[in-house]
């Protein structure tokens, strides 16, 4: 396969017969994936090796240089530190190593000499040996190799030369064979079709997924209706809707044409307060409308909501895509800097540069609208549904959004994959177009989930302790967009994913196995490879990275696992019940209006609509509700004095996380943005980077020293110091001795039980009135800390952190206790 | 930690405890000894609330108001000495509603206005209360650090002391001396009594120096470094004037500090001025050290003067208070340079800190030497000697090299004077711990203090409560007694040490911290400069922070378990072995358990 002196090697055209070979070696057992030293992924060829290339670490790999040996595939460009472990063969195979980047991700190739640098193209012939090869990604992450004197300068040129000649520039035809190269293997492919998928997130596929939803929220009068099962009502949208419970299907037929692509008002959440949160696209006002549809239009537009309904246009205040799409080029230009043009913004003119990319303005009119929609929740029992004209964009940013900040559950890694599969994978943002991975929609390209994303980390950042998910996850995600091999990312809507999956077989095995339904496996001989889902993170990051993915401290898991929808409303509410049934307010510009006409084909049936619904509407309504409005910009004291009483406080879980959003408050995602600049060093203690965190290491210690304990008196104190046989968990142990907070990274994982889980199994009990625990009081003061523990478990036991013992007798017992419960 | 009420509510969460109390109710401790006693009805025009009606109450320490509506919760609690300016506004007929009262002006970022009612002089009495106690020295009465009665466990005074400090360094060896020759400040008084010099220069090498120096203040050593050998020296300019004068002491002076370190080729000199202000310094028979000295290099590191600095604070004050810019906040906070000026005070002590790690000796200084090269070589240091990022050392660098070395607090601050315009004034040491401020966010497990002690310590600044930062230099401070008739801000800060320290610090020694000094990397210290916007959120003890105390608490318990179970049972095979246990002893250790129980005890 190989030929070539010792140190270059050329890659023939893998022949049929090869092939063969290789796969019967591996079905034997032997195979060994390793080419001198680099772990390749199945039919992965190496095309050259550098050695002795030093690669320049970030602040976060803790700074400094890496000695290994640099290694171009037709998949990636991969890195070897000098005396890296040698991998188990049989261990699953992993995408990228911590020092790889894939050649789909590489944007531009620089090399550096000793007085000059050049951008190297595949054409370009290079009239110097560089010393430095730079590589600019897509994903914005800059990687620095540089060649030793002893590095052969043949090698340097020509992997400089292969580098350039493999990334592509993308286009239709190079991603396919990227993922060709990537996934198509006939053992990856097997490998692929036998992995599991996620059974702890919910992926808003199934019918029975939205009624764990519902169930979860406790939308009791909501339903899931298949009328677009086969896509013929609308195409963008997903096979199953969540309509008021008294509609029926035929009714609804009738609504589809009246919306921008048959996007009519759905379901998307239930604030706990008893709010509804919907998303619609605008209305088609050239057809004919009869009595009927108006009728069913506010059936399906109140849901079940009898007051109040406020519609939220999400053009005005919003970016476009262009927008978005503009400052985000802008924003790039600026952190990456660039070392071919030698165009960096001078310091000085940083932040009025930063300023001028627009970028931070958009994030906080995102999470400005998010803010005003999350008030109006919070007021309870109204609808609120969100508007856009083809609702495929902002609308998926500021429905999720609104999720995160006021729903606990979306804060934990599970439940905001299983949002990004409801609000922009379902709901069919269209990923391939925005994302543009073939270059063959450049008018379409904008980056609106990455928009959202940082959206996200501010609030993460401004309230790290609410989430369970970290920064680390959020970055994983905006690398992974960048990558063309994801069926998350590639494709416009859940129609062209099942089309796609028709075609190449079912993958992901689901948990309950209707994979048999959709037909036979086929395995080897489609033409597009099996892409996997964005979710099966063990694909591409190792173990260690991805137990970065969640907090080593959990925050508040859900108190109660289903939002009953029936938490107490407090005395807003009742004023706003006095708007009269059925009014629909318009929100715009941070101003409602009564508008006289809000679907634009009244002219039909108008009377029948200003009968039923407009009698009780009058002016002093609208103050009610820009109340709720001012109440959010009043929220940040309250919500100050809420802070300032800390953990003792009660705080209640479903409160919105309201960002500030002033001008010193909205700050960049650095260890996104800024990770790869050249003159980025330091994000943190240089040396701790490479460290367990320091309550990590403390919890370990604490771990060793109950096991002493344990060891040292089995028989003075055999109940107060039980240790689990159990090998495998003995995180879990610790874990419920710390009153449900963890010590460890790992308890967070599903086997010991984290707040998805016991969703799962809540649900499959019964009914959430009878299952639910009675919704947690407001202000019952010490018996609950946001931080820690399911009240219920609180509440059984006396719980050993809020009454310290007096002396030290008295603490093993409460452990021990909490260890048998 | 209930022993005492909150004296100074610095934080959001403070006002609010303090509100809790109404203004009958409001403790005197013995901080405030002669309760001055102006009790009246006054509205507070709050920038963020509106008009406040409320109480004040003025005593010789403070001026204190609380909202006498419920519906506002409002408390202030001004220590006087963070007054820079009292003015009254409107006359006793002007027109329109709360036109009558008081604007005053604090140096600590932020302005009070009261309004009151017309009839009788009703501000006559407050005014003259905050006028006298505010600028004591303007009225000959002392500052009230002499006559705060406050007691402490622990005595901050004690904190710095030359010798030990120089021991520490490994001071006196072969090539450095310690001398006593400014024992009475005749070489120099604004230099502290003992001084490190090398150790071939004879005392009246010394004297001959100091007539080259400006106040004569000599080069000496600030820091040595343990394995290389190689020092900071810190000093004056030379007064080389207009007719460019030499002096061949100070030249065989500067070689032999050079060396005293045999790896030192080329002793380098940084200037921490811009270029052209070293030059123009001549005109006033200052300047620089020329080609003359020989096996030196002389590098400018542009940093401005103390009067730039003033006036981009002053700038930083109108776009942040009360309030903030939002459209163009970005470009109006450039506008101001201040974080450009603290990038280049940050980016001058990592050249100086580079250099010395690589085993060159470094000379530096400024004019004077008190203002920019207190910066920077303190900031060097703290690069440098892990020890300077404990709460102890921390306190020991300022001692040492802003205290001692005479960097002139009274002047900057002007503590207790009502010349509000002097331009002497000027916030060098808030630049300087907003640097290490920024130190603390790029390297957040590198230092053993949290960033209350930064802001206490920037409040302790002002507020004349304590000695520590009163009047010039040693010598001033000798002759007025400070030592034995005011309290050390230390003493305040040793003797509840855990709510000053960082959970997650990591002890690093013989570390090198090299921030990042680019526009990129620094922030605005929003949680100083902005904190009295009640927007900003105050950070509240992080979960990861609170879960760190218990895991410390539990293995104190599970420690003491240990030992008593092996005490009993000694025959025991188990050893309570490993590694990481031992290690348990820093003051961490213990303190924060103390912080545990206390957290428990309101359950």
Known sequence: MLTGSRTTFKVRQMLPDIKERMLSQSSIGARSRDVFGLRCLPGECVLQRTVMVRKKLTAREGRGWLSGTLFCTHFRVAFVPQDSPKADDNADPILLGDHDIALASIEKVVAVGPNRTKLVTPNSSLKFTPEELVLYCRDMRVMCFLFDRLTPDAQVIEITYTIAKTYQPL???????????????????????????????????????????????????????????????????????????????????????????????????????????????????????????????????????????????????????????????????????????????????????????????????????????????????????????????????????????????????????????????????????????????????????????????????????????????????????HLPLFSTFLSNCQRERCKRSQNVGQLYTPVNGWRDMLGPDSSSDTSDPPLPPVWDWALQYSRERRDGFVQPVAPTPPLQPLLNGNLNTNLDTHRLADAGPGSVFLLSRGAFTCPANLPPWRSGGSGAYRKSHRRALSCENVPGLERLLKAWALTELPQNTAAASGPKGPLDPYEPLLPLLMGPCMSLWRECYLRGALHAQAFSHPVSANRPHPVDRLAQEVQQLRDQLAQLSPRAAPDTLTVTPDPRRPDTNLNQSANNSTFLYSALRPKSTPPPTSTNQHTSRGPPSASAPPPRPTRDGPKHSFLFGHSAVAETRSDPRYHPPPGATKLPKSNGSSLTS | ?????????????????????????????????????????????????????????????????????????????????????????????????????????????????????????????????????????????????????????????????????????????????????????????????????????????????????????????????????????????????????????????????????????????????????????????????????????????????????????????????????????????????????????????????????????????????????????????????????????????????????????????????????????????????????????????????????????????????????????????????????????????????????????????????????????????????????PRIRHQQQSPVEQRYKELLALREEYLKKLEQLQLSDSSSPYQLANSTTPNTTSSTASTPSQQYTHLQTPF
């Open chain 1, 171 to 481: 286009k239709p035809g190079s991603v396919l064979a990227f993922q060709n190269a990537a996934l198509g293997s006939v053992e990856m492919k097997q490998f692929l079709s036998n992995r599991r998928r996620d059974s702890h997130m919910n992926w808003f596929e199934s019918a029975s997924d939205w009624e764990q939803e519902l169930e979860r929220c406790g939308a009791t009068s909501w339903r899931v209706s298949s009328v677009n099962d086969r896509f013929e009502m609308s195409n963008s949208l997903s096979k199953f809707i969540v309509v008021p419970q008294k509609v029926l299907d035929t009714e609804l037929k009738k609504s589809f044409a009246h919306f921008n692509e048959g996007r009519i008002p759905r379901w998307c959440w239930r604030h706990p307060r008893g709010s509804d949160l919907l998303r619609m696209s605008s209305f088609q006002n050239n057809i004919y409308h009869e009595k009927d549809d108006i009728r069913n239009l506010e059936m399906v537009l109140f849901g079940c909501q009898s007051s109040l309904c406020v519609v939220v246009e999400l053009g005005d205040e919003l970016p476009s895509p262009a927008d978005i799409q503009l400052a985000h080029s802008r924003l790039r230009a600026l952190c990456l800097g660039d070392i071919s043009s030698s165009v960096s913004v001078p310091d000085d003119k940083w932040l009025s540069t930063l300023e001028g990319t627009h970028w931070l303005d958009y994030i906080r009119s995102c999470l400005r609208k998010a803010s005003e929609v999350s008030c109006l929740l919070r007021s309870g029992h109204l609808t609120v549904a969100l508007q856009e004209v083809e609702d495929r964009d902002m609308s998926c940013v500021v429905s999720s959004l609104v999720q995160v900040m006021c729903d606990p559950h979306y804060r934990t890694q599970q439940g905001f994959q299983g949002l990004v599969q409801k609000e922009w994978v379902m709901a069919g943002h269209r990923f391939y177009s925005r994302i543009n991975y073939h270059r063959e929609s450049d008018k379409e390209e904008s980056p609106v989930f990455l928009l959202f994303l940082d959206c996200v980390w501010h609030l993460w950042f401004q309230f790290p302790s609410r989430f369970q998910l970290t920064d680390d996850f959020l970055l994983a995600l905006h690398d992974s967009v």
């Open chain 2, 1 to 533: 930690m209930t022993s005492k009420p909150v004296l100074i509510s610095q934080t959001a969460e403070a006002t609010h405890r303090a509100m809790a109390s109404p203004v009958s109710e409001y403790h005197s401790s013995s901080l405030d000894s002669r309760i001055a006693s102006v009790d009246q009805e006054i509205i507070y025009m709050c920038p963020f609330n509106g008009a406040v009606k409320g109480k004040v109450l003025i005593t010789n320490y403070r001026l204190y108001f609380k909202s006498s509506d419920a519906d506002v919760p409002l408390a202030l609690d001004v220590p006087l000495g963070v007054i820079s300016r009292v003015e009254k506004m409107g006359g006793a007929s002007s027109r329109g509603e709360n036109s009558y009262g008081l604007d005053i002006t604090c140096k600590d970022m932020r302005n009070l206005r009261f309004a009151l009612k017309q009839e009788g002089h009703s501000r006559r009495g407050i005014f003259e209360m905050i006028f006298r106690y505010a600028f004591p020295l303007s009225h000959s009465l002392p500052l009230f650090a002499y006559v705060n009665q406050e007691k402490y466990t622990d005595n901050g005074w004690l904190v710095y002391k030359a010798m030990e400090e120089f021991r520490r360094q490994g001071l006196p060896n072969n090539k450095w001396r310690i001398t006593f020759i400014n024992k009475s400040y005749d070489l120099c008084d604004t230099y502290p009594t003992v001084l490190a010099v090398p150790f071939k220069c004879k005392e009246d090498d010394l004297r001959r120096v100091a007539t080259f120096r400006s106040r004569g203040r000599i080069p000496v050593l600030s820091w040595i470094h343990r394995e290389n050998q190689a020092v900071i020296v810190r000093c004056s300019q030379p007064l080389v004037g207009m007719s460019g004068k030499r002096n061949k002491d100070d030249e065989r002076y500067l070689d032999l500090i050079r060396e005293a370190n045999d790896t030192t080729k080329k002793l380098t000199i940084y200037d921490a001025r811009p270029n052209v202000n070293a030059v123009a310094n001549k005109a006033t028979g200052g300047g620089y050290e020329g080609d003359e000295y020989l096996n030196a290099e002389l590098v400018f590191l542009d940093i401005q003067n103390i009067h730039v600095m003033r006036e981009s604070l002053k700038k930083l004050k109108d776009i942040v208070y009360p309030n903030v810019e939002e459209s163009h906040w970005l470009s109006s906070l450039e506008s101001t340079h201040w974080l450009e000026h603290i990038k280049l005070v940050l980016s001058g002590a990592i050249q100086v800190a580079d250099k010395v790690s690589s085993g060159n000796s470094v000379l530096v200084h400024c004019s004077d030497g008190w203002d920019r090269t207190a910066q920077l070589t303190s900031l060097a240091m703290l690069m440098l000697d892990s020890h300077y990022r404990t709460l102890r050392g921390f306190q020991v660098l300022i001692e040492k090299e802003w205290i001692s070395f005479g960097h002139k607090f009274a002047s900057r601050i002007g503590h207790g004077d009502k010349n509000h315009a002097d331009q002497d004034r000027s916030p060098i040491f808030v630049q300087f711990i907003d640097c290490v401020w920024q130190m603390t966010k790029q390297f957040p497990t590198a230092f053993e203090f949290n960033e209350h002690l930064l802001l206490t310590i920037l409040d302790h600044l002002d507020s004349c409560r304590f000695g520590t930062f009163l009047y010039n230099c040693e010598s001033i401070r000798d002759q007025q007694e400070l030592r034995s008739k005011t309290v050390s801000l230390w003493s305040l800060v040793n003797s509840k040490m855990d709510i000053y320290l960082n959970p997650f610090y990591t002890p690093e020694s013989g570390q090198v911290l090299y921030p990042v000094a680019s526009m990129r990397h620094l922030e605005l210290w929003v949680t100083y400069y902005i904190r009295w916007n």
